[in-house]
């Protein structure tokens, strides 16, 4: 029995950051207001369908689809904000708008594994829905920037950003592209035709070489963009520059979906590889409408956990609980054990573990193994006086205490 390509097991050690991950992110949602929203790991198809595009290549390539033994068609969640807009339109929350949620779960995607990329791996995002504004922006950028910098690793990271204008901005970019891709229309990847006719801006994400070779002398958006988008965009620089909080424009950086308007932008690395992408988001005001919801405007972000994880400061993401070993060295001291244990994970901060298996010997090189701050060792003579042995192991020194000392020394 092997475990699925493109999966992972997360053993203690892993789990631990894993979780202490999620923490850190969990803390600094709530501490900017945000709410916790969960959704489910699969949608109808349409759901990711309608948000993501038939032509994209999360749709077209990578999603885990099937049918049910209803004979409905069925997807794994390739992203987060599909399921969130969903939820706004099925659960009536425009009556609750603005919304700030927060999530973190599973996400499944059909790709060739390698470091920083995985079929099953987990993201953790925010979604902001009802507020039109490029504060909302910021607040969302400061929110992840905030979030690196609690682990370590702000300055391994580069913010880049771009504009993607209004719909008006958009509409002329588009027409401009498909003038521009018209002439090399022969020479486009087969992916890159059919986006031609149904989204030109996702043939500037393509990774065809040949594809790239065009891209390269394609018409900026930047030649497009009205006063309104040029406007809002110059707002959101000011406003970043004003946080110190660094940044480096990106006229390459583009979401190639429809509803995507004005700010896009990446949190990127040079030390996972070809997976560089951190976090990545942008505002999405036409997504819930497309949806057949009302027009609700929406900006969010999401990034990967277990590239977080690799990049982070291990010593900002580690367990800060230390290890109280108990030892019986009897039967009497195995059920005074489990007793003490109780009573010291009830009224101090240690994690408390008896040591099973073996003489007194063998349990205390385990408790060892296990790096234990302390051990303790307890047999029928310290059930019977009340007294314990409390041993540091880094120094091997050892205190004879009562049972009253003992938690007063402790806590």
Same mark, same amino acid.
């Given at each position: 029995?092997?475990?699925?390509?493109? #999966?992972?097991?997360?053993?203690?050690?892993?789990?631990?950051? @894993?979780?202490?991950?999620?923490?850190?992110?969990?803390?600094?949602?709530?501490?900017?207001?945000?709410?916790?929203?969960?959704?489910?790991?699969?949608?109808?198809?349409?759901?990711?369908?309608?948000?993501?595009?038939?032509?994209?290549?999360?749709?077209?390539?990578?999603?885990?689809? @099937?049918?049910?033994?209803?004979?409905?068609?069925?997807?794994?969640?390739?992203?987060?904000?599909?399921?969130?807009?969903?939820?706004?339109?099925?659960?009536?929350?425009?009556?609750?708008?603005?919304?700030?949620?927060?999530?973190?779960?599973?996400?499944?995607?059909?790709?060739?594994?390698?470091?920083?990329?995985?079929?099953?791996?987990?993201?953790?995002?925010?979604?902001?829905?009802?507020?039109?504004?490029?504060?909302?922006?910021?607040?969302?950028?400061?929110?992840?920037?905030?979030?690196?910098?609690?682990?370590?690793?702000?300055?391994?990271?580069?913010?880049?950003? &771009?504009?993607?204008?209004?719909?008006?901005?958009?509409?002329?970019?588009?027409?401009?592209?498909?003038?521009?891709?018209?002439?090399?229309?022969?020479?486009?990847?087969?992916?890159?035709?059919?986006?031609?006719?149904?989204?030109?801006?996702?043939?500037?994400?393509?990774?065809?070489?040949?594809?790239?070779?065009?891209?390269? #002398?394609?018409?900026?958006?930047?030649?497009?963009?009205?006063?309104?988008?040029?406007?809002?965009?110059?707002?959101?620089?000011?406003?970043?520059?004003?946080?110190?909080?660094?940044?480096?424009?990106?006229? *390459?950086?583009?979401?190639?979906?429809?509803?995507?308007?004005?700010?896009?932008?990446?949190?990127?690395?040079?030390?996972?590889?070809?997976?560089? #992408?951190?976090?990545?988001?942008?505002?999405?005001?036409?997504?819930?409408?497309?949806?057949?919801?009302?027009?609700?405007?929406?900006?969010?972000?999401?990034?990967?956990?277990?590239?977080?994880?690799?990049?982070?400061?291990?010593?900002?993401?580690?367990?800060?609980?230390?290890?109280?070993?108990?030892?019986?060295?009897?039967?009497?001291?195995?059920?005074?054990?489990?007793?003490?244990?109780? *009573?010291?994970?009830?009224?101090?901060?240690?994690?408390?573990?008896?040591?099973?298996?073996? &003489?007194?010997?063998?349990?205390?090189?385990?408790?060892?193994?296990?790096?234990?701050?302390?051990?303790?060792?307890?047999?029928?003579?310290?059930?019977?006086?009340?007294?314990?042995?409390?041993?540091?192991?880094?120094?091997?020194?050892?205190?004879?205490?009562?049972?009253?000392?003992?938690?007063?020394?402790?806590?």
């Amino acid at each position: 029995m092997q475990r699925v390509r493109g #999966t992972q097991d997360w053993l203690e050690q892993e789990s631990s950051y @894993f979780r202490n991950m999620e923490r850190a992110f969990y803390d600094k949602a709530q501490r900017f207001g945000f709410g916790e929203i969960r959704t489910p790991i699969f949608e109808h198809s349409e759901v990711f369908h309608r948000t993501l595009g038939e032509t994209s290549d999360v749709v077209s390539k990578e999603t885990y689809t @099937f049918k049910d033994r209803s004979d409905e068609s069925l997807t794994l969640r390739p992203e987060g904000t599909a399921g969130i807009a969903r939820a706004f339109i099925s659960e009536g929350l425009a009556q609750k708008i603005p919304l700030k949620l927060y999530y973190c779960g599973p996400m499944f995607r059909y790709e060739r594994p390698q470091k920083g990329r995985l079929r099953q791996f987990h993201q953790i995002g925010v979604e902001v829905l009802g507020i039109e504004s490029y504060l909302m922006d910021i607040e969302c950028l400061q929110l992840g920037f905030e979030l690196l910098k609690s682990i370590g690793i702000e300055e391994k990271c580069k913010l880049l950003l &771009n504009t993607l204008g209004d719909v008006d901005s958009r509409a002329q970019y588009r027409n401009t592209l498909v003038a521009y891709y018209e002439k090399y229309k022969n020479d486009l990847s087969a992916d890159s035709k059919v986006r031609l006719e149904r989204n030109p801006l996702r043939i500037l994400d393509s990774k065809d070489e040949g594809d790239k070779k065009i891209n390269a #002398t394609a018409p900026k958006l930047e030649g497009s963009l009205n006063e309104a988008s040029k406007k809002y965009f110059d707002a959101l620089v000011n406003g970043l520059t004003a946080l110190e909080i660094p940044f480096e424009k990106s006229s *390459q950086l583009v979401r190639g979906l429809d509803y995507y308007t004005h700010t896009v932008f990446e949190f990127v690395t040079t030390e996972l590889g070809a997976q560089g #992408t951190v976090l990545a988001g942008g505002r999405y005001d036409g997504l819930i409408e497309t949806m057949g919801g009302p027009r609700t405007p929406g900006v969010g972000w999401a990034a990967g956990v277990e590239r977080l994880v690799e990049l982070a400061d291990k010593n900002l993401i580690s367990d800060d609980l230390k290890l109280i070993a108990l030892v019986p060295a009897d039967e009497v001291g195995e059920i005074e054990s489990l007793r003490l244990a109780n *009573q010291l994970r009830s009224e101090t901060k240690y994690k408390v573990e008896v040591i099973y298996g073996g &003489n007194v010997g063998k349990k205390m090189k385990k408790a060892s193994n296990k790096n234990a701050a302390y051990s303790i060792i307890i047999g029928s003579q310290e059930a019977e006086k009340k007294e314990f042995g409390l041993k540091t192991m880094a120094t091997g020194e050892q205190v004879t205490l009562s049972l009253g000392d003992l938690l007063n020394k402790l806590k």
